[in-house]
């Protein structure tokens, strides 16, 4: 049964929206977050691996605000968390998707330990790639939270990212 939510930029109401849905019956809730910036084939991948670890469980997605990705990222993101969040709640793998408005530049995992705190995942799948691992490991352990490292050069697209994107329509530009 694939659920989703109005888009929303607070957990609580997503908290809400899940007890209404659920009551108080808890079920498993795989969580992952990420900047999906220019929507591709590899984010969709990664979203199907996720919700697939556990089964059945409920996908909830954290979509990366503006300024988050802008600090990591300079020159992004290309398009904004606006569309980002309603492309990614589009995508019948997610049930549930939010704007992260908790992290900030100076503390990019703050959202992630938000939603530990708040949602109480059961697992939280991230790729290999993704920045501070270790750090989001420990979070993992903290919260007692599952920790899930997809690896991307399994992916049916290992090449495929948001800058490989960006840098052939830069070198298509140049000819």
């Known amino acids: 049964m694939i659920i989703q939510v109005h888009l929303t930029n607070e957990i609580t109401e997503l908290k809400a929206a899940h007890k209404h849905l659920f009551g108080d019956d ?8 990420g900047s999906f910036d220019l929507l591709h084939p590899g984010h969709v991948w990664f ?3 996720a919700k697939r670890i ?6 909830f997605v954290a979509v990366g605000s503006n300024a988050v990705i802008a600090y990591r990222k300079p020159g ?7 569309a980002r969040l309603k492309m990614i709640n589009s995508l019948s793998v997610v049930d549930f998707c939010y704007l992260d408005t908790i992290s900030t530049p100076r503390m ?20 290999n790639d993704a920045f501070e691992i270790a750090a989001r490991h420990a979070l993992c352990e903290a919260y007692n939270v599952k920790f899930h490292v ?9 090449k495929m990212s948001t800058t490989a994107i960006i840098e052939k329509i830069c070198e298509r ?3």
């Open 47 to 49: 979203l199907e691996r």
């Open 76 to 82: 992004r993101p290309i398009v904004d968390e606006t």
């Open 150 to 158: 997809l690896n991307k050069s399994e992916s049916e697209f290992p």
């Open 108 to 127: 990019p995992l703050a959202g992630v330990e938000y939603a530990f705190m708040n949602l109480k995942p059961d697992v939280y799948v991230v790729e």
């Open 54 to 59: 556990i089964t059945p469980s409920f996908l």
């Open 173 to 175: 530009q140049k000819k």
């Open 26 to 33: 808890k079920p498993i809730i795989t969580f992952c977050s």
